[in-house]
């Protein structure tokens, strides 16, 4: 179960991060790749921590090899990301990790990740909504997006926006910030199923967005090859 002060805290300081580093003013406070990093680690974290959740702390007294070697492998079959240990033999998770061959994990892990986007993507609508004029059209909303909220965020606008007017969208993002660093020797597979998780957190954003405006969506996103992306986004009808 998600800690909501957890999420909201989470949610709060990439909100802040969130800006390319830059304030509203437009001086830079932070440097613009502390948010890349965090995503990483975020990403990373949760997919730990919610396999310990699952698992159980996995408290091993010292001098009980057996049991060690018996938890290793049940992670191992589950499909659990390799743990890595610091000086004190704390857990330890760096840098883009390989995606757990386990659905009902992921799937875990993609909640989360997309309602911390969601509270991102509200916070950031309230406060960068345009002063002059009330956005009321679904399509403006979606250029909203497109331009000022991905600009705020990856420093570019949206590539292509697509619609076929009956609450369809679908937004490309062909050099889609996240994925410039990640590597794609594995094949384009193997690299796209990867970097699926690094495109739930925007989806949460998108909907958070629009759903602040009074528009229920449901966005879904997908990659067919590094760096490009593609959200979709579908209108929830309120009947």
């Not at 794609?184 to 597979?189: L, P, V, Y």
């Not at 405006?213 to 966005?219: A, E």
Request: aromatic share 6%; with cysteine.
């Amino acid at each position: 179960m998600n800690n909501p002060q957890t999420v909201t805290a989470t949610a709060n300081l990439l909100a802040a991060l969130s800006l390319d580093g830059k304030d509203s003013a437009g001086d830079r406070q932070v440097n613009g790749s502390a948010l890349e990093l965090l995503i990483s680690e975020l990403v990373n974290t949760l997919t730990l921590t919610t396999q310990e959740t699952k698992w159980g702390s996995e408290q091993v007294t010292q001098g009980s090899e057996s049991k060690e070697e018996e938890v290793a492998e049940d992670r191992a079959l589950a499909g659990a990301p390799k743990r890595s240990t610091d000086a004190r033999g704390s857990p330890m998770i760096s840098g883009w990790q390989e995606v757990p061959d386990n659905s009902e994990l992921m799937e875990q892990v993609y909640v989360k990740l997309e309602l911390i986007g969601f509270r991102i993507g509200r916070r950031l609508a309230e406060r960068f909504a345009p002063p002059n004029r009330r956005l009321t059209d679904t399509l403006d909303i979606v250029k909203f997006v497109c331009k000022d909220i991905w600009m705020m965020m990856f420093n570019r606008q949206i590539d292509n926006l697509k619609t076929n007017h009956r609450g369809i969208y679908v937004l490309q993002d062909n050099k889609f910030k996240w994925f410039l660093r990640m590597s794609g020797n594995n094949g384009g597979a193997a690299a796209a199923r990867r970097a699926q998780p690094y495109i739930w957190l925007p989806c949460g954003i998108i909907r958070g967005v629009l759903d602040s405006f009074g528009v229920s969506t449901v966005v879904i996103a997908e990659t067919l090859g590094l760096p490009q992306c593609t959200f979709q986004i579908k209108v929830v009808s309120d009947a």
